[in-house]
């Protein structure tokens, strides 16, 4: 039977199965709370038990949620009250030196008499008036509201859930104090996870991955796990970072909306890449055909990957205010720098880098740039004079990789990744962190300003180098 709600008793400290359909009666049922049943054996004997006392709430799910609310509310008073008697009593024992009570155990006010051979038990159908009793410790942890919020999401169906939980995420774009969003990666979660739940228009498989109308209390382990394999079976994704985008947006979303699962699902989960990552060694020939590209705006775009290591967003979203000179004061004339936070993790954090321009960069940045006074603010203009598209700028790159002869052997973050190879190798460590973005330790955040001299000096390097191995050719 499909179970709405799981929660712990404080008496018992064992699960409490909560609403659940049950199919004989046709209503909804939970168990709450015990009562006695007074046994007559067939020989005369008679015997007390302790049993569990179902409720039956009714047809309607959200009038049986309602009920389970208010029985649950009777039992906590009717059980605190109980508690304080027990107490009271037990004190009154101990002081007089009387033989203790046993373990407390409470009990609805029902007391039901039965035979061996009658197994039906009689239990009120309305639940309890209310006990209008203060409780001795607080009841907190059970809070009514966290647990009618919590049934209210199980019941939900997963496509329900997903329409619930996408405009929650939604609404944390631009937050501060690491409780953010980036809007592309909301963008990118939302897109990995309504492929991954074949909600797509364009979905046209024969199977799917999982089915979206079921209920996610009605969920089992073997649902997620054939979820999981469905998406990391060959014939479906040929690539495992499809296969942990797709199965890692489904996870996030039940963790976030707190849905009960079974133990081992964050195993289940868990996609390993048993490929090595792939990056690009560095190699004058590769990489010469693109910093001498004839086009000069393709030729700047592959300088600023390499020689910033940025990707097509953060030359898209480059503006004036970022071009300064070494300390950060807007640029005059002389050496040019850029002292911007990266785009990529500007929601995550304040910190700015400080990086150093190649006279070759600078050269055809000058030459591009748009009029200072232009409406967007923005260092670059298409040829229609609006803000550069980013995924435009790709597939232009796509292009100028294809015409070489270049396709599927490098990206535009493989310029990156050569970038930092060489910077480490040529300066160390730090200046490889310092290119990249990286934020600082967090216990040296308070007492470090970062000085980026050391970085200035790794990329006068490694201009040089470039220079010496042919691939750059100096202004």
């Known amino acids: 039977?499909?179970?709405?709600?799981?929660?712990?008793?404080?008496?018992?400290?064992?699960?409490?199965?909560?609403?659940?359909?049950?199919?004989?009666?046709?209503?909804?049922?939970?168990?709450?709370?015990?009562?006695?049943?007074?046994?007559?054996?067939?020989?005369?004997?008679?015997?007390?038990?302790?049993?569990?006392?179902?409720?039956?709430?009714?047809?309607?799910?959200?009038?049986?949620?309602?009920?389970?609310?208010?029985?649950?509310?009777?039992?906590?008073?009717?059980?605190?009250?109980?508690?304080?008697?027990?107490?009271?009593?037990?004190?009154?024992?101990?002081?007089?030196?009387?033989?203790?009570?046993?373990?407390?155990?409470?009990?609805?006010?029902?007391?039901?008499?039965?035979?061996?051979?009658?197994?039906?038990?009689?239990?009120?159908q309305q639940p309890l008036p209310p006990v209008v009793l203060q409780p001795l410790y607080p009841v907190a942890a059970f809070t009514l509201q966290a647990e009618k919020e919590k049934a209210e999401i199980f019941i939900l169906t997963i496509k329900q859930a997903c329409d619930r939980y996408l405009p929650q995420q939604k609404a944390r774009i631009g937050l501060h104090g690491g409780k953010g969003i980036n809007e592309e990666s909301f963008k990118r979660h939302k897109q990995n996870l309504i492929t991954g739940l074949a909600m797509n228009k364009n979905y046209c498989r024969q199977t799917k991955p999982i089915d979206v109308t079921k209920r996610l209390c009605d969920l089992t382990r073997a649902d997620y796990e054939s979820f999981v394999q469905f998406w990391c079976n060959p014939n479906h994704v040929k690539s495992e970072r499809t296969s942990k985008n797709y199965t890692g947006a489904f996870s996030r979303m039940l963790k976030r909306l707190k849905v009960p699962l079974p133990d081992d699902v964050d195993d289940l989960f868990r996609v390993k890449f048993t490929k090595p990552t792939k990056i690009v060694r560095y190699q004058p020939d590769l990489l010469r055909p693109f910093l001498q590209l004839e086009d000069e705006r393709l030729r700047l775009w592959c300088l600023m990957f390499l020689n910033f290591g940025y990707y097509q967003v953060d030359l898209a979203r480059l503006r004036f205010e970022y071009i300064t000179d070494f300390h950060g004061n807007p640029y005059q004339d002389g050496e040019m720098f850029i002292t911007r936070r990266r785009e990529r993790t500007k929601h995550q954090n304040l910190f700015t880098t400080t990086i150093y321009v190649?006279?070759?960069?600078?050269?055809?940045?000058?030459?591009?740039?748009?009029?200072?006074?232009?409406?967007?603010?923005?260092?670059?203009?298409?040829?229609?004079?609006?803000?550069?598209?980013?995924?435009?700028?790709?597939?232009?790159?796509?292009?100028?990789?294809?015409?070489?002869?270049?396709?599927?052997?490098?990206?535009?973050?493989?310029?990156?990744?050569?970038?930092?190879?060489?910077?480490?190798?040529?300066?160390?460590?730090?200046?490889?962190?310092?290119?990249?973005?990286?934020?600082?330790?967090?216990?040296?955040?308070?007492?470090?300003?970062?000085?980026?001299?050391?970085?200035?000096?790794?990329?006068?390097?490694?201009?040089?180098?470039?220079?010496?191995?042919?691939?750059?050719?100096?202004?």
């Open 1 to 124: 039977m499909p179970q709405i709600l799981f929660e712990l008793d404080p008496e018992t400290e064992q699960d409490v199965p909560g609403p659940r359909w049950h199919k004989p009666s046709k209503r909804f049922i939970a168990e709450m709370g015990y009562h006695l049943v007074n046994e007559v054996e067939p020989n005369g004997n008679k015997t007390t038990k302790r049993v569990r006392t179902t409720h039956y709430l009714g047809c309607d799910r959200v009038e049986a949620t309602d009920k389970y609310f208010q029985v649950r509310k009777n039992w906590i008073a009717t059980r605190n009250e109980q508690r304080t008697a027990y107490d009271q009593e037990q004190a009154r024992r101990r002081n007089e030196q009387l033989e203790l009570l046993g373990r407390f155990k409470a009990v609805w006010a029902k007391t039901v008499e039965r035979t061996v051979t009658a197994v039906q038990v009689v239990v009120p």
């Open 358 to 475: 190649w006279p070759e960069t600078q050269r055809l940045m000058e030459k591009f740039r748009a009029r200072r006074d232009n409406p967007s603010g923005m260092y670059f203009l298409s040829k229609l004079g609006t803000p550069h598209k980013y995924r435009s700028m790709g597939w232009k790159f796509f292009d100028a990789a294809r015409n070489l002869g270049l396709s599927g052997v490098i990206s535009i973050k493989q310029f990156r990744k050569i970038g930092a190879s060489q910077i480490k190798s040529l300066d160390g460590s730090d200046a490889m962190h310092q290119y990249k973005a990286n934020a600082l330790n967090a216990a040296d955040t308070p007492y470090i300003d970062e000085d980026y001299s050391r970085l200035t000096r790794a990329l006068k390097i490694f201009r040089d180098k470039l220079i010496v191995d042919g691939v750059l050719v100096p202004v």
